[in-house]
């Protein structure tokens, strides 16, 4: 099954399980369209929705091209870079490329880079936070679908190393938001007044941050 748009055909992967009750639709990275939905459902319902989910679907479309865009080449700390793969060294970046060995670890680079950066921009933010809060832990890894995520039981902050490739502002956005979840472990109006009282343009960041 294929779904057209623009004179491209684009391969729709439906997913059946007994379990789901309902039918979700979503584009992947590498544009596929995948439809999760009931052991039961026929083809014939999947592309009727299709057909009826149509604007829908170019808009997820359009957007996950921009995200790949976004992705492309090597990120680090908001700046976009050529790779240039070389034998003489393991990393080198220059002004518009990065020289880059192919067996060199580039995730392992970005955590070591991550802790120390991540680490700094959290304590800043907690010593100069609006309310009084707990010292958390901190840790780092790579998250699919989220930036942070705060345990408030144990006190513990989870940032996505992907945020080593954006600039700082965001970081510093993702970070606020999961230290108010230490006041307000919800996303009530009041959870998001406290954002607001430590970074004014919180919702531009939000909206921004829907293209990576």
């Known amino acids: 099954m294929e779904f057209t748009y623009n004179d491209r055909d684009y391969k729709v992967v439906i997913e059946r399980k007994k379990s789901n009750r309902n039918t979700y639709i979503r584009v992947k990275k590498d544009l596929s369209i995948l439809v999760t939905t009931n052991k039961l459902t026929?083809?014939?319902?999947?592309?009727?929705?299709?057909?009826?989910?149509?604007?829908?679907?170019?808009?997820?479309?359009?957007?996950?091209?921009?995200?790949?865009?976004?992705?492309?080449?090597?990120?680090?700390?908001?700046?976009?870079?050529?790779?240039?793969?070389?034998?003489?060294?393991?990393?080198?970046?220059?002004?518009?490329k990065v020289f880059l060995n192919k067996n060199f670890d580039i995730d392992k680079w970005y955590k070591k880079q991550?802790?120390?950066?991540?680490?700094?921009?959290?304590?800043?933010?907690?010593?100069?936070?609006?309310?009084k809060i707990p010292h958390p832990s901190l840790r780092i890894r790579k998250m699919s679908s989220r930036w942070g995520v705060c345990n408030t039981k144990l006190k513990v902050v989870t940032l996505n190393l992907e945020l080593i490739k954006r600039d700082i502002k965001y970081l510093d956005y993702v970070i606020v938001h999961e230290l108010s979840h230490l006041i307000y472990p919800n996303h009530s109006r009041d959870f998001w007044n406290l954002v607001?009282?430590?970074?004014?343009?919180?919702?531009k960041y939000r909206k921004e941050m829907k293209e990576f």
């Open 42 to 96: 026929t083809d014939r319902y999947i592309k009727s929705l299709l057909e009826e989910s149509s604007n829908n679907i170019v808009r997820m479309i359009d957007s996950q091209k921009v995200k790949n865009k976004n992705n492309e080449g090597f990120n680090y700390l908001g700046k976009k870079y050529d790779i240039i793969y070389v034998d003489y060294t393991d990393i080198s970046i220059g002004e518009e």
């Open 196 to 203: 607001e009282e430590n970074i004014g343009d919180y919702k």
């Open 114 to 131: 991550a802790k120390k950066l991540f680490k700094e921009r959290l304590d800043y933010w907690y010593n100069n936070f609006s309310r």
